[in-house]
């Protein structure tokens, strides 16, 4: 059975820094893409971030580029968003998510298999 467990979510002043790890377990993903979403109150689950099963190309939501920063490891089967310069604006519940097969989108959550539980980042201003 695929887990995705995300962990690292916290409460953070403006300004301030979190890395969000995810643990994936039950097969690899190494050979597929892996992505970071967000979903805040009221609002629908928007693309964050996106790494190829390399790590040689990373895709950005526009608003999170140069602030945010998804890299992976696949020896270990963990994939981390750092994010700094957080902004009130990025609070969500942040969700990673894994492509169980080569797909040419890496933004929409369509394109992603398997889904994590999600965990709570709250920047305050």
């Known amino acids: 059975q695929v887990q995705l467990v995300e962990s690292g979510g916290g409460l953070v002043q403006a300004g301030g820094s979190l890395r969000l790890s995810c643990a994936a377990s039950g097969r690899t993903f190494s050979g597929h893409a892996m992505g970071w979403f967000r979903q805040a109150p009221g609002k629908e689950r928007e693309f964050v971030a996106a790494?190829?099963?390399?790590?040689?190309?990373?895709y950005y939501k526009d608003s999170v580029n140069g602030r945010f920063t998804i890299s992976r490891d696949n020896a270990k089967n963990m994939v981390y968003l750092q994010m700094n310069s957080l902004k009130p604006e990025d609070t969500a519940v942040y969700y990673c998510?894994?492509?169980?097969?080569?797909?040419?989108?890496?933004?929409?959550?369509?394109?992603?298999?398997?889904w994590g539980q999600g965990t709570q980042v709250t920047v305050s201003s």
């Open positions: 998510a894994a492509q169980g097969m080569y797909r040419a989108n890496y933004i929409r959550t369509q394109a992603y298999d398997y």
């Open positions: 790494i190829t099963w390399s790590g040689g190309i990373t």
